[in-house]
Structure formats: structure tokens, C-alpha cells
């Protein structure tokens, strides 16, 4: 484990890809947050919120690519590639391939009533700091801008793919998106991970995401990257008066994956509801951090996260929610389940309350277990192998959140990606 | 390791003389820590060369650490430099003559938790002679229980008498650099008490009215030692429903439990230091490390805990469940009111086969309070079956009060139930108007809604106990509604 990241990076190196960037808009202060950067580093697990998690890989790779030029061409398979992962799902795609935006953007027109721009010819700042969004701010190629305008309801969803491919060298992507959804808009939004290639990898992602007062997105992110590459993502969420959220996020790919959600309550009569299902399997590392402020009341949050492990891999969840002085009226409530197939196998949960306000309603649930042996046994009993039985149940675990799935018409792609990691999961079994 | 036996005799008969409460008006020391600090306590109180050792290892660990800052609490930096690290109880000159000269607030509260007379002047501090016919309940006790084998003395005492046991086991549980207010307690500790039950035997009494007595002045850095042997059993209350008046701000005490084979151990706290006043002045800094170590198979610790005093608490009993078959329990209340803030909860370690743990806390903030739980379910690879189900449950009563949980699991085997559940409420309005409407006032009505929320907590404190916490609850509520 090595405590500090920041040794370990050439700073030189650091300054010069710096340096070499051109600038994104006027405002991006690419030198301030480097300097930020410098001076805090990577997370290290000395910190609470990184206790679980060490972020050596990504370090590593950070290091090598910085050391070979801090390049990121696009292969020209990954458009076919792109197509065949979006090709079943029926949305208006954006493809960012190894940190740069692929093709043109589909909206730029304002077709569907939204509005999709290069970050660099936007006039919004983006303003996440923390040591990762500052060094995806400094090394950033380009970022997009989302705007539903006000009332705006397009018909299909956005889907931004992510999408990385290293044959050999070591690459960083860096990716970001500022998505404002305007009073009274509604949209759905797909966010898609997905990597492949024998080089190292890491990606880190920065997304910002306000909604404004009756506005309403329906957001699912899935990962399914290259189970040796690694990903950090942040989704700082900001919710309006009367205004919904609704999430979904899907893990089940990636050697290191981290993924922070934040979501600040800043108008009464807003709405969370986010859930997750995380399937990690040997050598996977799968953390997902939430964090909720109820800044004002009433307002409800309602989480549920699942996740199956099996094999030599670890998986967290810390769920936070804070009620502060004078949220009266907040109904928050955090679940996490998980199911601990095999030897190896770890989960570190932490459901967190902080509470400031006394007309609330808080609760929070975690369970670590195993398959229900009376239930094994009754399909057992009526002649069904061990191994499906065990399919069947491990399925019926994950489909009990699947059925949440904000954006119904992804259900089908979300029900194939999660059959076939769990078949890979069972087959290793058997092997 | 090199004292000869006679001149432990000898330091033997030199402490009987005193009796308990000795006279140490001479042995304060002027504020400040250093080795001769370390060396000073020592030496006044007689301890063995390896005593010394260990003290000052522990202290030059405490150099190295640093104090923990991840509590939910705040308090202005504590000055190590301005304690002074034996401090004299007060001497009898100084002390209130009779119970005449006792605050009246005081004896009100004694009044309402139904303390029986003849303890209230030994609570209030009433010098020694005043106090009826202590000395014989005492002797009573001790007779009863060495028949039985029980060790049962001072931590001085325990030294001197018994070494190599408690050169066995000081320090097992609860090592000198385990945190920063253990180690500084292991290197400055007062006192405390030692508790050895022998092979087999079952502690012929609760090891409680004989303490409460026994107990008056614990000193600031309170060292406690229970051990209990294969297939015994003691049940072992500490700290006291009365109000407890200590000059000293800062405690940090340590309690290591060992329980052998078959053995089990049933420690109960009730803490009522004081807790400042409603503006938030003064109060007991409590930085308490409870550790038991649950070493043979088929063991068992148990920890019940009622908090309600303390300007600031931070303590964690924990269970490290080694042997196969043992278990672990933690039933806790703290409350918090006015401007107290708790930072309190467990850990329990499973590390042996087929180990079961219980948590279940319950946590009551009123006016500006916060009140954390905290807590650890480890569950080791080789761990296998581990069983744990956590409850805990926040009341709030006031809008200024926070309440907050931060529990951590952290399992590691695929054959662990662990199971966690909390709820954060306040005390709903219909339930108010039920009880008002059938003729309860506001008050009675709170204390009974928030007696409930504690039952299953109190069930677990033996039975005069639990009177005493409840009515203790209902006084340290008072004024937080209405």
C-alpha cells in the first residue's frame, strides 16, 4: 500500500502534459487545479473516505503514461466497437473514445430539444475540487455540456459512451460532463463505461448534474470495463425545489472502480431514488461511495445497493446521509444486501446517519449472507442441479433491484450484461 | 520480575494499614509529564521494577502518538503538560461533615433515583467516619468471596499481592500503544481494580454494592483487570446512578476482560460523571478504552452500559471473539443533553469458528447534544459461521440536538450472517397525546415513551440496577421538554 500518490508521479512530466493542453474554456483554471493537485495528491487509505480502497493501480498507470508522452490516440477500431455496444440500445449516443469526443455530436443541431456542446465552447465552469476532479481538470482534453432547456422532454434518452481501447501502451482517459436539466425538463441519460486491450488503463470521469425546480432525470450508469483496467467516477448530483433523480448503476467490470455519488438536497420537495447492483469477481475491486445532504425539507432519499461477490475480490459500500439543521420533514433511507458466494470474497459496508434535525425519518439496513439454503434445498428437491439452483437464486437477488431500472427500455441490454457476467461467474466456479 | 517475596510482604502489610482510602494528602504531584512523573507514581506506589518498565515503555510509545482526532466531538486541545498526573483526593479536613452540609440539589437527585441512605453520605463525599457502618458491609463481602477463592482488590493491591498475574494479563487485551489515551493511562495509571475468578467457580455475589462503596474516589486514570479462569463466572457493575463530582476533567481509564474456556464475564456500566452545566461550562472529558478478550472456547463477555454523564464520551467496549463458540454482547443507552456530545459504540472481532455477536444501542439526544454511535463488525477469514445482528436505534427530542451512526462491517468470510439495522426517530406527537389524554403529564409521558425505547437495554442490567437506570434516565432528561 503506498500512502502517497504524489510521490510517486513525475511532477515534471505532470507539468509539462499540463502544459502542452490547449486551453478548454477561458474559465477552466487548468493550472489552478493543478496546483491543487500537487499539492494534495492522489487519496491515500490514511484518508476515511479512501480507508478501503488504494488507488495504486490507477497510480501506477498515471506514472507510465505520464512517462510516455501523457498521449491518447483513437484507435480506428473503436468506432466499430462503439457501434456494436450502443447498436441495441435504442438512444441518441455521444461516443468519448480514450478521453476525446468521437464523431459529431447529435444534438448540436438541438435535435430532440436538447442541447449538446463541446465543454470548450460552453461558458460553464465546472467546479467539482477534490484531488481527482483536479486532476481531471488539468489534463483535460475536452468535456461536453447537456443542456435540457427549460420544459424540454425529449423523446430518447442520451447515451454517452465512454468507451476506452489500449492495445499495448499505458493510458489515462480523462472524461467530463456538465449536464444542466432546466425548470419543468425531463430526460433520460445513459452513462456507458466500457475499455478494452491488454495496456494498463485508468479512467477517471468528473460528472456535474443540477436539476432545476420540477425538473426530473431518470440517470443509469453501467460499467463493464476490462476486468484489468481500472476507474474513478465522481456524479455530483444538485436537486431543486420539487425536483427528481432517479439512478441506477450497474458495476461489473474493472480490475479498481470507484465511484462517488453526491447528491445535495437544495430544495424542498425533492426526490432520490438511486440504486445499484455491483457483481465482482476474482481480482475485482468494486467501492461505491454515496453521500446525500438534506439541506432543506421536506425531501425524501431512498437508496438500495446489492452486490454479489464471489472469487478473490473486494467490494464496498459506505452510504452517507445528512440531515442538516432545519431539514425538517426528511425521509431518508439506505440499504445495502450482499451476498458472499466464496472464499476470498470481501465487503466492507459502513450505512452512515448524521443528523441535525429531529422531524426525521431515517433507517438504514445491511445484510452479508449467503444463498437461503432452505430455498436451495426446495429447488433441490424438485430436481433442479446445484449449480442452477444457485443461478436461479443468485438471479433472483440481482433482479429484485434490476425491477428498479429507471429507464424501462434498457432492462432487456441491463438483464443480458448481468446474465452473462454471472454465467462467466458461475462457469469459473465450476472450472 | 526481581522483587523478593519477603519484601512484597512487607509492601503488603505497609498498604493494609491504611485501609482503602489512604492518606495521601503528601502525594500530589505538581502538574506536568515526564519520566520522573512516570517514575514518581511508581515509586509512591511501591510497584516492582517490571511495573516501572512497563510504565515507562507505554509512556515513550505516548510520545510518539498523536491524539485521535476522528470522534465526532470537539473540545479545545487538551494541555498534557497542565495535569498534574497524581492528584490527592480530597482529604477528610475538606470534606463536608455530615449530610447538612451537602448541596440540597444534590440530595434531591439522590432522592429521585432511590438511593439508600446509609450510601448517599459516601456518594456526597462525606469524610469517612461519618459514613455508617461501611467498613463492615465491606468486611462481609470480602470474606464471602475469598471462601470462594475470588480475587477481588485493588489495583495496588493486586500488584503487590498477585504479580505474576497481573503480569500475565496487564497489557493482553489492551496494549500500551493501542491508542493514544490507553497508552497514556498505562503509563500514569491511579488505580483501579483486579478481579481474578479461579477455575470453575462462579462469583458467589454481583461484584457491584461492594465497589459502589469501595469506589468513591477512582482517580482519573482508572485501570481495571478481570480475568476469569476456565468455567467461571462473575458479574462485575461498575460506576454509579448518584451523581459523580470529580475536579479532575480529563479521565481516561482502561478495562481489560479475559475470559478463559467456558468462562464469562458480565460488566456492566452505569456513568454519570458530570456533565457540565446547561450552558455547556465544565463537565468530565471520559476517553475510556474497554476491551475483553473472549480467549477460550465457549466464552463469553457481555457489556451493558448506560452513559449519561460526561461532558464528552468516547469509549468503545469491544468483544475480540478468539475462541470458537464464543460470543459477544453490547447493550447500550447513552444519552445525551444539553451541550454533551457522545461518541460511543463497539467492536466486535470474530475470529474464531462459529462466534455470535449482538449490538444493540440505543442513543437519545436532547437539547444542543450529539450523540454518535460507532461500531466495528470484523469477521476474519478464518472466521467461518460468524453470526451478528446489530440494532441501533437514535431518538431525538429538540431540534438542536444531532444523532448520528457510523458503523463500519468488514467481513471477510463467505460464511457470515451479519446483519445491521437502524432507525433514527423522534417521539411522535400522537404518542404524546395518547398519554396526555389519559391524565400523564407532558414529563411522565416522555420518560415512560423513552423508558420503552430502552427496555430491551435495561432487561440486560441486573434487576435493582435497571430500577436505578430508569429512574436515572428520567433525571437526566429533565428539562429537555416542555
Known amino acids: 500500500m503506498r500512502p502517497d500518490g504524489l510521490a510517486a508521479l513525475p511532477k515534471q512530466a505532470l507539468e509539462t502534459a499540463v502544459s502542452a493542453r490547449s486551453p478548454l474554456t477561458p474559465d477552466l483554471p487548468r493550472q489552478a487545479a493543478l496546483a491543487r493537485f500537487l499539492k494534495r495528491g492522489f487519496p491515500s487509505t490514511r484518508a476515511e473516505d479512501w480507508k478501503y480502497t488504494d488507488l495504486s493501480a490507477a497510480i501506477d498507470v498515471t506514472r507510465d503514461w505520464l512517462a510516455a508522452g501523457a498521449v491518447s490516440g483513437i484507435p480506428d477500431s473503436l468506432a466499430d466497437d462503439a457501434a456494436a455496444l450502443t447498436g441495441n440500445i435504442d438512444a ?73 481501447q489500449t492495445d499495448e501502451d499505458p493510458l489515462v482517459s480523462l472524461q467530463r460532463a456538465v449536464i444542466d436539466v432546466e425548470a419543468g425538463a425531463q430526460i433520460a441519460v445513459i452513462e456507458y463505461h466500457a475499455s478494452k486491450g491488454r495496456g494498463g488503463h485508468y479512467s477517471n470521469t468528473q460528472v456535474e448534474l443540477s436539476v432545476g425546480d420540477g425538473g426530473s432525470i431518470d440517470y443509469v450508469r453501467l460499467q463493464n470495463r476490462d476486468r484489468a483496467h481500472s476507474q474513478t467516477q465522481r456524479l455530483g448530483v444538485t436537486l431543486a425545489r420539487d425536483s427528481a433523480f ?130 436451495l434445498f426446495y429447488l433441490r428437491s424438485r430436481g433442479i442441479g446445484p449449480s442452477d439452483a444457485q443461478r436461479i437464486l443468485t438471479h433472483a437477488f ?8 429507471p429507464i424501462g427500455r434498457l432492462s432487456d441490454a441491463v438483464n443480458t450484461l448481468i446474465d452473462r457476467r454471472l454465467g462467466d461467474s458461475l462457469a469459473m466456479e465450476s472450472a | 520480575m526481581s522483587t523478593e517475596p519477603e519484601n512484597i510482604e512487607s509492601l503488603v502489610n505497609q498498604r493494609y494499614k491504611h485501609g482503602f482510602i489512604t492518606d495521601i494528602e503528601t502525594d500530589a504531584l505538581p502538574p506536568g509529564l515526564d519520566e520522573d512523573v512516570v517514575r514518581a507514581i511508581s515509586a509512591r506506589k511501591n510497584e516492582p521494577d517490571w511495573m516501572l518498565e512497563w510504565r515507562l515503555r507505554a509512556y515513550r510509545q505516548w510520545l510518539a502518538m498523536r491524539e485521535p482526532e476522528w470522534a465526532h466531538v470537539h473540545y479545545p486541545p487538551i494541555d498534557y503538560q497542565e495535569i498534574s498526573y497524581f492528584a490527592a483526593p480530597k482529604s477528610d479536613a475538606d470534606r463536608p461533615k455530615s449530610l447538612d452540609e451537602v448541596d440540597p440539589k444534590l440530595l434531591e437527585t439522590y432522592d429521585k433515583l432511590g438511593i439508600p441512605l446509609h450510601e448517599r453520605a459516601r456518594l456526597a463525599g462525606v469524610a469517612v467516619d461519618a459514613v455508617f457502618d461501611s467498613v463492615s458491609v465491606t468486611t462481609t463481602f470480602k470474606d464471602k468471596l475469598s471462601e470462594a477463592g475470588v480475587i477481588f482488590c485493588s489495583f495496588s493491591e493486586a500488584v503487590e499481592n498477585h504479580p505474576e498475574l497481573v503480569e500475565k494479563y496487564l497489557g493482553s487485551v489492551v496494549p500500551q500503544r493501542d491508542n493514544f489515551f490507553a497508552a497514556l493511562n498505562s503509563a500514569v495509571f491511579s488505580d483501579g481494580s483486579f478481579v481474578y475468578v479461579p477455575k470453575g467457580v462462579r462469583c458467589p455475589m454481583e461484584l457491584s454494592t461492594y465497589f459502589r462503596i469501595n469506589a468513591a474516589n477512582t482517580g482519573q486514570f482508572e485501570r481495571t483487570l478481570i480475568v476469569a479462569d476456565e468455567g467461571s463466572y462473575v458479574s462485575y457493575l461498575e460506576g454509579c446512578t448518584a451523581p459523580m463530582r470529580d475536579e479532575n476533567q480529563l479521565h481516561a481509564a482502561v478495562v481489560e476482560l479475559v475470559a478463559l474456556k467456558d468462562a464469562e464475564i458480565k460488566y456492566s456500566t452505569v456513568q454519570n460523571w458530570y456533565p457540565g452545566d446547561e450552558n455547556g461550562k465544565g463537565g468530565i472529558y471520559n476517553f475510556v478504552t474497554k476491551r475483553g478478550d473472549c480467549r477460550g472456547a465457549n466464552s463469553k463477555i457481555s457489556w451493558t452500559q448506560v452513559e449519561t454523564g460526561s461532558a464528552i464520551t468516547w469509549k468503545y467496549p469491544s468483544c475480540i471473539l478468539r475462541g470458537d463458540n464464543s460470543t459477544g454482547e453490547f447493550y447500550s ?23 455470535s455477536s449482538t449490538i444493540v444501542s440505543k442513543g437519545i439526544s436532547a437539547g444542543k447534544a450529539q450523540n454518535a454511535y460507532r461500531g466495528l463488525v470484523k469477521v476474519m477469514p478464518q472466521a467461518h459461521d460468524a453470526r451478528n445482528y446489530t440494532q441501533c436505534d437514535s431518538l431525538l427530542i429538540g431540534k438542536e440536538c444531532g444523532a448520528h451512526t457510523f458503523p463500519y462491517m468488514e467481513i471477510k468470510n463467505p460464511g457470515a450472517h451479519v446483519e445491521h439495522e437502524a432507525t433514527t426517530s423522534k417521539i411522535s406527537a400522537n404518542q404524546l397525546f395518547y398519554c396526555r389524554q389519559r391524565g400523564i403529564s407532558e414529563e411522565d409521558a416522555v420518560n415512560m415513551i423513552v423508558n420503552g425505547f430502552c427496555k430491551e437495554v435495561f432487561n440486560e442490567l441486573p434487576m435493582e440496577f435497571a430500577v436505578e437506570a430508569q429512574a436515572l434516565l428520567n433525571v437526566s432528561l429533565e428539562g429537555a421538554v416542555g
Open chain 1, 92 to 164: 441518441s449516443w455521444v461516443v468519448v473514445g480514450n478521453g476525446q469526443i468521437v464523431g459529431d455530436l447529435p444534438a448540436e443541431s438541438g435535435k430532440d430539444g436538447i442541447v449538446v456542446e463541446r465543454l470548450s465552447r460552453a461558458a460553464v465552469e465546472p467546479s467539482i475540487e477534490q484531488p481527482l476532479a483536479d486532476l481531471n481538470a488539468a489534463l483535460l482534453t475536452d468535456g461536453l455540456h447537456v443542456r435540457v432547456p427549460k420544459g424540454a422532454r425529449p423523446s430518447r434518452p442520451l447515451g454517452i459512451l465512454y468507451l476506452d
Open chain 1, 246 to 375: 432517479r439512478h441506477f448503476a450497474l458495476d461489473l467490470g474493472g480490475a479498481l472502480t470507484r465511484n462517488d455519488l453526491t447528491i445535495d438536497i437544495a430544495g424542498p420537495g425533492a426526490e432520490a431514488r438511486f440504486d445499484g447492483l455491483y457483481i465482482a469477481g476474482d481480482g475485482q475491486h468494486i467501492d461505491n461511495h454515496t453521500r446525500v445532504d438534506h439541506r432543506v425539507g421536506p425531501a425524501r432519499s431512498a437508496q438500495e445497493y446489492r452486490g454479489i461477490l464471489r472469487g478473490q475480490c473486494r467490494a464496498v459500500w459506505n452510504g452517507k446521509a445528512i440531515v442538516h439543521e432545519g431539514a425538517d420533514g426528511t425521509d431518508a433511507v439506505q440499504g445495502n444486501h450482499n451476498l458472499l458466494l466464496s472464499e476470498g470474497a470481501e465487503i466492507d459496508a459502513k450505512p452512515e446517519l448524521e443528523i441535525y434535525a429531529d422531524d426525521v425519518k431515517c433507517a438504514h439496513g445491511t445484510t452479508v449472507g449467503q444463498l437461503d439454503e432452505s430455498a
Open chain 1, 398 to 405: 440481482a433482479a429484485s433491484i434490476v425491477r428498479e431500472l
Open chain 2, 333 to 355: 443507552v447513552a444519552v445525551a443533553n444539553n451541550f454533551q456530545q457522545a461518541d460511543t459504540g463497539t467492536k466486535m472481532i470474530h475470529i474464531g469458528r462459529n462466534t
